[in-house]
């Protein structure tokens, strides 16, 4: 509890302050602070010359606080380990004026005690945080009563963005509020601000609306494959405190409701807000659905409004999020009620419709004090008045929202989604991220940046290994100043804040994929020399080669062997750190064939998204896995795919074959055809067509539940010193799919050549 002088007094008549010596010097047991694992890096910090210390005797600090700050101080006290007492060390917080938004300064001295300047409550708490960081780490194990020494220094500290954020997607899987605290709490440990909490969606819908009860008792529920029942909601009650607890800790709460895509389990609830007004189940899959709020119709506007008030009244965010992105226009391009809507608006097409439909939901914001933000989608068709756009299809949608006077906010696909795997997305590449392109002109802002935790493969006991320790990455680029950032230093840091978060209870992944695995070209041509390396500290395992062939017999290796592999298998590692097994297995597809590693041509442009090893990826050696984010996997949307390589030697061949990823709820299909073809010369080629819906049976554009990789083979028996593939794009997502006339994917990895 906070003194009761403290709320009487203002803060110049507090006067007790407790003087230590420099020259004391502490006990065996005492416990001692230190710079070393702050995350993130402030603005300056200059520490004191020589041995000079605060002591903080048995944890406990006399708390003065300007009288502007007493109805915050309670909790403060609180925030900080230790007990709040008159005779303990002087914590000094006081109001000034001209430091930035959040900034502060802060002095640890010995013959003063703690001293934080700064001109708003959330600067004074952010300084708080940081002395948290200070402590000794035994401290949050909630070992008070012990005398610890604090290093003496001075700090000055600001935000290089004023948006720092993360996404928690609790549709997909309902996230506990309980958890949800704690996301909060760790959020404002790393001064981070914005917790962006999505709340609708095609899977779940989670906010109560008195006005629409279906919402929470039909839309806030799915069930399962499996037939389990799996959903919930968040009572008012819940979400106020959830905000509350927020509002203390310098996290404002931004709520988002998916319009007019992805919204599925609205219309579970409530058919005619859809266009066709058909019965539909909440889906229990992932991927992006064609039925979606029907524009043509003014109810679906009366309805919308009736939602945003009550989520603005639960929520005081300067900003509402609307989503916007993925939504398909196949339903509103059949929409009687759609097509009129464009006619009375003057609308040319669909594009157009979905920005007329935004400008409504954004000046029914403006008119109720909020702003809008969305997703780069809502640059189609011309962009709302007052929108805030954020980019996810890398920067583009960004830069064009500065470019036309608007405000951005940067979260890539490339460096903050925190679904994606380690292989794609570790925390160097998001250390690498740099929210503010050179390239970008215009009178537009970039407000700061978002990671996002998506969750359709993620329930809540994973979440949290997903986040950490990449926020820490994160929380760096978007706080402290650029010229600043080291990844070698931070690297150092993160391994001491690691102590920190263990007390915390963060149950942190990997900082990156365990091991490093070097892809060269073996001992003859038809082999590739895998090199199996432990990438991170502390971990020991064997690596152990299966191969495809009932003939061969599987091999055992070490850490750090070079291994040789003709044909095709899978290294497989079982990993320890600090002697506990990792949560999964690392799991290496690998082809040892003579095309891997020849010179290799290209025919197609690489996707920014998907590039699947560059240039040289389609021949490496290494194949795609069943993640088709794992870093192998080359893709282009709506284009066709081409490789020729130039072999070493001419060989007697015996087959050509190629990897196709298809997961048509990702948009992504096989090839429509498949050319592979063989030459002596590079100039005279024999070709062989394969149908793949013929070959295989599959269905190309038939509808399919399955998420797989699919083989394509050709046999050859023929001698040549050139191979080629091209891969016909099947064209655009069929009818019948919920993104149908929308551009199809194809992913392809490895052509794999064999022969002899």
Known sequence: MIPLFLAMRPYHLIVLVLVFSAACQPPQSTWVGSTDGLIPLPVSLVLAAGSEKLLVPSSHWQWQ?????????EFWTTWLPGQSDEAGAAIQLQRMEGMPVEGYQLRIAANEGVWIGASDAIGAFRALTTLRQLFPVELELEMTGQDFWLPALEMEDFPRFEHRGLLLDCCRHFMEPEFVKK??????????????????????????????????????????????????????????????????????????????????AAIAAYPWLSCTGDTLPVPNDWGVFKDIYCAGQD???????????????????EYIHIGGDEAPKVRWDACPKCQRRMETEGLHDSHELQSWFISQIGAYLEANGRKLIGWDEILEGGLPEGATVQSWRGMDGGLAAVAAGKNAIMSPTSHCYFDYPLSATDMEEVYQFEPVPENMVGEGRILGGECNMWTEHAPQELVESKIYPRILAMAEVLWSPKALRNYAEFQERKARHDQRL?????????????????????????????QVDAALDRIEGTVVFTPISALSEPSRHELGSRIQVAGEGVLRADLTRDGRPLRDAVLLPVAGHIGAHSEVTIGHNLSPYYPGGGENGLADGRLGSLDFRDGCWQATQSDNMSVSLALPQAIQLDSLSMQCYRYQDAWIFLPQLMVFGWSMDGVNWENSIIDLQERTGLPVLGPTDAQDVVRIACPVGATARFVRLEAVNPGPCPDWHDAASSASWMFLDELVVHGK
């Open 65 to 73: 606080v300007d009288d502007a700050w007493v109805d915050q101080a």
């Open 183 to 264: 996301t909060i709490d760790l959020l404002a440990l790393h001064k981070m601000n914005v917790l962006h909490w999505h709340l609708t969606e095609d899977q779940g819908w989670r906010v109560p609306i008195a006005s629409y009860p279906n919402l929470e008792t039909v839309g806030a529920w799915r069930e399962e494959k499996d037939g389990q029942l799996h959903g919930g909601f968040y009572t008012k009650e819940e979400i106020r405190a959830i905000v509350a607890y927020a509002t203390e800790r310098g996290v404002t709460v931004i709520p988002e409701i998916e319009l007019p895509g992805h919204s599925r």
């Open 299 to 317: 109810t679906t506007f009366r309805f919308l409004e009736a939602v945003l008030d009550e989520v603005m009244e639960l929520f005081p965010s």
């Open 502 to 530: 263990n007390a915390w209870g963060v149950e942190s992944g990997l900082e990156s994929d365990p091991l490093e695995a070097r892809w060269e070209k073996g001992s003859d041509p038809f082999r590739v020399e895998v």
